[in-house]
């Protein structure tokens, strides 16, 4: 088992930042990459941002390329997902994942509880 723990969601007026963190604990060997994914009121949750345990390799989707960045510190087990440029269309629940060797990110094995992210106008 894996637990995930997200902290750093707030109210941000637009055109401000806030980064987010997810430590995790538990089975921390059996996780191969990290992620980001939120879910906006009434719709699906949906990929964000992830990053391989190393750190070498990082995915975003493209509406937040060149605005948010993914990073981690495995000396404390924690991913991080700065925020910079944010819109109101940002705003939403964002979830920490984890996923193995043999999953993907159409199924991620773990998450954690949300942490909220409001961004107003």
């Known amino acids: 088992q894996v637990q995930l723990v997200e902290s750093g969601g707030g109210l941000v007026q637009a055109g401000g930042s806030l980064r987010l963190s997810c430590a995790a604990s538990?089975?921390?060997?059996?996780?191969?990459?990290m992620g980001w994914f939120r879910q906006a009121p009434g719709k699906e949750r949906k990929f964000v941002a992830a990053i391989n345990w190393s750190g070498d390799s990082t995915y975003y989707t493209d509406s937040v390329k060149g605005r948010f960045t993914i990073s981690r510190d495995n000396t404390k087990n924690t991913v991080y997902l700065q925020m910079n440029s944010l819109k109101p269309e940002d705003t939403a629940v964002y979830y920490c994942?984890?996923?193995?060797?043999?999953?993907?990110?159409?199924?991620?094995?773990?998450w954690g509880q949300g942490t909220q992210v409001t961004v107003s106008s």
């Open positions: 538990g089975s921390i060997f059996s996780i191969n990459a």
């Open positions: 994942a984890t996923k193995s060797i043999g999953s993907n990110w159409s199924r991620p094995d773990y």
